[in-house]
């Protein structure tokens, strides 16, 4: 399979994803994202990049239960697949060779 390449907010929305399991949605992953990172972002840039990931075959979704928190609305819910996961390990193997390689500062 040839080999997949993200940017690096997809990279992040994707590692979000997997860290939020279940609770993965627009509104919680937006939120993670800022928490952890300290950067901005914004939903609609997670929306985009949950559409390209989907499109890429990286994350799956589906429509949650309707909530009263949410007026009776439902949330799309996403998931990491096997070949997103499988892209998140490559991406690490490469960044971890590539640190590796840095020589020590003594």
Do not use: C
Not at 29 to 56: C, F, Y
């Amino acid at each position: 399979m040839k080999r997949a390449y993200l940017g690096e907010f997809e990279e992040l929305v994707l590692l979000t994803v997997a860290v939020l399991s279940a609770n993965a949605y627009g509104v919680a992953i937006t939120h993670e994202i800022i928490q952890q990172t300290g950067r901005s972002a914004r939903l609609n840039q997670v929306h985009a990049a949950l559409q390209r990931l989907e499109d890429k075959g990286m994350v799956t979704s589906k429509m949650g239960d309707p909530t009263a928190e949410r007026g009776g609305r439902r949330k799309r819910l996403f998931s990491i697949s096997a070949y997103g996961q499988q892209t998140l390990n490559d991406i690490q193997a490469v960044r971890n060779h590539m640190w590796s390689l840095l020589p020590n500062a003594n």
